[in-house]
């Protein structure tokens, strides 16, 4: 019978999801206009494995906020779309959110082909966007706010520590990605940023592979010839979402030893490694701007409050909840800065804004639309977590256009007086 | 008796060797050792920082002290802590947040406590790759064969000038042929960088130009890069001779390369057939477009999921074996679910491909939404039994790993069973009765409607079964299925619409095809070059490699 009773309160559920919205109430008895948050995560497709998750954290950030009693005297409410994995139809509702429901900010997306989908919709309508993944760079606008790691708090920084004595000196790199615009992109920094610090493209090797490839048994088998050549290899992966999972089993069924053969990995972090069994896969790497394992009291709050929210003390937290954390919270602070949830006045509010990370170092809003994060490498442990053996020592300043890239090196991001421009090479203002 | 005196035998040759490596040992930690105690540097083990510990580790190899083992694989295994309160250095054994801390030197109980009083000691892969190092050159004489290949292996890969010695007379001792052929490679390697007299590097040479193998081809390329272009003669010829060895090496990978190719081949094709089997009955005999087949396949790996939940639960004792309890129940899952859906939707729809298609696409997206609403979207773990778990490493490289021999051979089962039932019961009669002429079986008796529905129920089902060899090597998430259905068409119309054994060469012949293709053409490129190959083929042989022949065609 309970059986029965849960399968309708699934039924009920996908019922939700397939008419596309819903609210979580609030608690305020009173007339006062609600607040509208809007959350555009997938909640169903390929992605839904990774957006579901921040969907819940959004609802509990709401939640809690409504807990605390509301912002500005009024009640929030978060609006949940469902984009469904489908590229176009994040820009459908988008528009959706900002049109029709109203809201007055958005929560969302996960990859990046989403995010340029979704680009022109925030743009024409003046819409505000905050972006709570890791991604390519080489992009500014003045309605998003970039919240994950940009690849100078990421990507750059992991090869440094594998070109590092405790990194293992690598001399040489394979570069493994999903096809499509993130790794690429990536790549395409790591291989000039490579070039500069004196490695050779013949030490370099470069392999692109479908979403959800499943059988990584040849590009296994590739990995250990070109790491046989005498020269100490790494592995820099960029493979993203399904894919990941079939890989760390190939590595770990063909014996690729994290001191032999050290991969890093940009999109894998506790959420991809709860299914796995991650005994083989000890001391492979991730390089992000958080990891549940960090020791502060923070952090210890936040996944208590995760594990009361979502109802299960098994449930794992990861680098992009802590980003949407940081990013409400500010956007917060913001809106009652500014006293208002004006788009522009709360743009405005918003540089400068700082908020405590979990790492318990300060998180700053530059005026370029990117945080000021450190950066941490953890390596895998036999429980599905990270120990982290080597940070940033403070914070670093996210780049949008990367130095490494000749055409983007002179660009610069900066929305206030006198630049007012996302990548320009001077001001638009001059006296 | 016997086995008493080997382990005094072996207890000798290991106070020998570790004297060896203790004479042998160069100066350099030398001072290190008479600095600090074993305890001050076990005490840093357990809370410096990771060069620190690195030096800790160095110069407590060289003590040769054998009661160091556990301590430095505690470390290497994650279970060394040091107390809050005071840096007193444990091995602990964590269960359920309380720690059993032993003393590590002493090696007895020391007592139970809270773990949160503890910090676990950190290692990055530097320090690792140093004990493991450590480790080797203690344990070369370790009772267990296994264990000592780990240790020459070890020894291989960061080879010491303490270690000749040592080595030597491990080999002399070693009467185990896998542990001796380690010992000898760690032997050549370490004579190759460190032996003063050139002819016995010149012998080294020839010793590692043997091996087939390619952390061989590594490290002697390795060495190579280390003698510059400026080096005297002698170090000139040695490097031509390796430069030599490399070459015999690789021409003798290549050829083993070829055949890990086919066998690579080999398991990706029965990847593809075990997924594409069930379709075959339900598309390939029934004509059924069937767009949920894959759904019908994630149903199956859930129910592995549901199944080793239930053992963790109630027989944690036989995890290993809930694999094959897994099996009949995915059969039976997504059987019944496959009845349902013939039942329920499919009968209705006969003769009309489109709306089949359509309707069956539906309940593909309603099936996922169902799973992920009731599982969760996040991927289900399913651990592999540890008779799966790892890879047997033949000659030359070729590394084939257990999972996926025994999917390969799982898939061979499948197939036969249904052979078997298709070509020898009474109901695999009726069914090709029913497929072939409908109304003529069903005046002869035959419960056409029934056949129907159980046909539908056969294919789904078996479609559930390679859910559970899937598992293995796959994510459990709802979209499992959504990376088979493409495939699982193209090697039934491939292999001819209809006929099993066509889906069985189908699906090896496009393995075997898909491995030789992707490392020349990339994985991206190479899905479409045998995609466009399909094309074509359909284009010569409209019904597929093996076509049905006779009236069974105009049914």
């Not at chain 2, 060899?469 to 959504?482: E, F, K, R, Y």
């Not at chain 2, 076509?547 to 049914?555: D, N, S, T």
């Amino acid at each position: 019978m309970t059986k029965l009773l849960s399968w309708a309160r699934a039924a009920a559920v996908a019922a939700g999801a397939l008419a596309g919205v819903a609210s979580a109430g609030p608690a305020f008895a009173q007339a006062a206009a609600p607040i509208k948050v809007g959350v555009l995560h997938s909640l169903s497709g390929t992605m839904a494995i990774s957006e579901t998750t921040l969907k819940d954290t959004m609802l509990m950030l709401v939640d809690d906020l409504n807990k605390k009693g509301g912002l500005l005297g009024r009640p929030v409410q978060a609006v949940v779309v469902d984009p469904a994995s489908d590229w176009p139809l994040f820009a459908e509702k988008a528009r959706e959110l900002l049109t029709q429901h109203k809201v007055d900010v958005v929560f969302g997306n996960w990859t990046s082909v989403s995010r340029k989908s979704v680009l022109p919709v925030f743009e024409e309508l003046n819409g505000l966007l905050f972006y709570p993944v890791q991604y390519e760079g080489e992009e500014s606008s003045r309605n998003v706010f970039y919240t994950g790691a940009a690849p100078n708090q990421q990507a750059i920084p992991a090869v440094e520590y594998l070109m590092s004595r405790d990194g293992g000196e690598a001399k040489r790199f394979v570069l493994l990605g999903t096809d499509y615009v993130y790794p690429r992109t990536t790549n395409k920094i790591l291989r000039a940023f490579l070039n500069s610090k004196g490695i050779a493209d013949a030490d370099i090797m470069e392999n692109y592979t479908p979403f959800g490839h499943s059988d990584w048994q040849t590009i296994v088998g590739q990995v250990k010839q070109f790491a046989s050549a005498g020269k100490k290899t790494a592995v820099v992966s960029t493979i993203n979402g399904d894919a990941n999972v079939p890989f760390y089993k190939e590595l770990a069924n063909q014996g690729v030893k994290a001191t032999d053969i050290p991969v890093v990995a940009f999109s894998v972090g506790e959420e991809e490694l709860a299914g796995l069994d991650t005994a083989p896969l000890v001391g492979h790497l991730a390089a992000w701007n958080y990891f549940m394992s960090i020791n502060t009291a923070q952090n210890k709050a936040f996944i208590s409050k995760w594990h009361a929210f979502i109802g299960n003390t098994k449930r794992v937290v990861n680098d992009p909840m802590e980003a949407h954390y940081i990013g409400f919270n500010m956007w917060v602070q913001a809106v009652k800065q500014a006293g208002t949830t004006n788009v522009d006045a709360v743009r405005q509010a918003m540089y400068g804004q700082k908020f405590m990370n979990l790492n318990g170092q300060m998180a700053v809003m530059n005026t370029n639309h990117h945080l000021s994060k450190p950066v941490l490498i953890g390596e895998i442990q036999a429980n599905g977590q990270f120990d982290i053996v080597w940070k940033t020592p403070g914070v670093v300043v996210g780049d949008a256009w990367s130095d490494f890239i000749p055409e983007s090196k002179p660009l610069v991001a900066d929305w206030t007086y006198p630049w007012v421009c996302g990548n320009c090479t001077e001001p638009k203002f001059k006296n | 008796m016997v086995h008493a005196m080997v382990t005094q035998a072996l207890g000798s040759l290991a106070r020998a060797l570790l004297l060896c490596a203790a004479l042998f040992s160069g100066t350099a930690y030398a001072q290190a050792i008479e600095a600090k105690s074993i305890e001050d540097l076990v005490a840093i083990l357990g809370a410096g920082d990771f060069t620190a510990k690195i030096d800790a580790t160095q110069a407590l190899a060289t003590t040769g002290d054998p009661r160091l083992v556990p301590i430095l694989q505690a470390l290497l295994d994650g279970n060394l802590y040091a107390r809050k309160s005071d840096h007193l250095v444990v091995i602990g054994k964590e269960q359920g947040g309380t720690l059993t801390a032993t003393d590590p030197l002493a090696e007895k109980v020391i007592g139970q406590a809270p773990v949160a009083d503890f910090e676990r000691a950190r290692v990055n892969n530097r320090l690792r790759t140093v004990l493991q190092t450590a480790l080797g050159a203690l344990q070369l004489a370790h009772p267990d064969p296994s264990r000592r290949k780990a240790s020459a292996d070890a020894l291989f890969k960061t080879p010491s000038v303490e270690m000749i010695e040592p080595l030597r007379l491990a080999i002399e001792h070693e009467h185990n042929g896998t542990a001796r052929r380690a010992l000898v490679r760690a032997l050549a390697a370490t004579e190759l960088q460190f032996s003063e007299k050139i002819d016995a590097k010149r012998a080294a040479v020839v010793t590692l130009a043997a091996l087939a193998d390619p952390d061989v081809r590594s490290y002697l390329n390795g060495r190579i890069n280390s003698i510059p272009e400026t080096a005297n003669a002698e170090q000139q010829e040695l490097k031509a001779a390796m430069t030599a060895a490399v070459v015999q090496i690789e021409r003798r990978i290549a050829s083993w390369q070829t055949f890990g190719n086919v066998l690579q081949g080999i398991s990706l094709g029965s990847v593809l057939l075990l997924a594409a089997i069930g379709l075959a009955i339900t598309f390939g005999v029934m004509g059924v477009i069937n767009m949920a087949h894959g759904e019908m396949v994630m149903l199956g790996a859930y129910t592995t999921y549901v199944v080793q939940l239930a053992f963790r639960q109630y027989l944690p004792g036989g995890l290993d074996y809930a694999l094959l309890v897994a099996v009949p129940a995915a059969f039976a899952v997504s059987g019944l679910v496959g009845v349902a859906i013939e039942r329920g939707i499919i009968r209705w729809l006969y003769g009309r491909p489109l709306e089949t298609l359509l309707a069956t696409w539906g309940l593909s997206l309603m099936l996922q939404q169902a799973v992920r609403s009731f599982f969760g979207p996040t991927n289900m773990q399913v651990t592999s039994p540890s008779w799966m778990s790892g890879a047997v490493e033949l000659t030359g490289g070729v590394v084939v790993t257990y999972n996926r021999i025994w999917i390969a051979v799982f898939a061979l089962l499948v197939f036969g069973l249904l052979i078997f039932i298709q070509r020898r019961t009474q109901f695999g009669l009726q069914m090709r009765a029913v497929t072939q002429n409908r109304r003529m079986a069903r005046s002869m008796g035959i419960r056409s409607g029934w056949v129907d529905a159980l046909t539908f129920g056969l294919g789904s089902g078996i479609a559930g079964m390679a859910g559970v060899a899937l598992s293995q090597i796959d994510n459990v998430s709802p979209n499992l299925g959504q990376g088979y259905i493409v495939d699982s068409f193209m090697v039934v119309v491939f292999g001819g619409v209809g006929n099993l054994w066509g889906t069985l060469v189908g699906a090896f012949g496009l393995g075997i095809i898909n491995k030789f293709l992707e490392p020349y053409a990339g994985a991206v490129l190479g899905k479409i070059l045998v995609l466009v190959a399909i094309v074509l083929f359909i284009q010569w042989r409209p019904r597929g490699l093996f076509a049905l022949k006779g009236r069974a065609v105009e049914a």
